[in-house]
């Protein structure tokens, strides 16, 4: 089971831009799925989280530009950005907390993380 994040590149500051991140291999369950950021030379946090139940969070940064999504079937976990940044910009990693077939206990996957770098 993997973490497959696609849709960073380059935008302009004032863009928009969607990633998205998969679920991939013998997934049984999937509950909570995020994003965190890592801009350059600094720690990684949270962005933006959505449980099962469809209810959200967001990083103060980021609230009222941002709108996570997904979609249960696909196992995929959706972010649209709108109003860029140059801060930002941000490698983007994918976390899920999700069960394996034939697992019994619940694990905290991490994605290999998309650039998204926004331009002034």
């Known amino acids: 089971v993997q973490l497959q994040a696609s849709g960073g590149g380059l935008v302009q500051a004032g863009g928009s831009l969607r990633i998205s991140c998969a679920a991939v291999?013998?997934?049984?369950?999937?509950?909570?799925m995020g994003w965190y950021r890592q801009p350059p030379g600094k720690g990684r946090g949270l962005v933006a989280m959505?449980?099962?139940?469809?209810?959200?969070d967001y990083a103060d940064s980021v609230r009222g530009r941002f709108a996570i999504s997904r979609d249960h079937a696909k196992n995929t976990v959706y972010l649209e950005m709108n109003t860029l940044k140059p801060e930002d910009t941000a490698v983007y990693y994918c976390?899920?907390?999700?069960?394996?077939?034939?697992?019994?206990?619940?694990?905290?996957?991490w994605g290999q993380g998309t650039l998204v770098t926004v331009s002034s």
């Open positions: 959505i449980n099962h139940d469809g209810t959200t």
């Open positions: 976390n899920a907390n999700l069960r394996r077939n034939g697992a019994s206990v619940w694990e905290n996957i």
């Open positions: 291999g013998s997934v049984l369950a999937v509950n909570t």
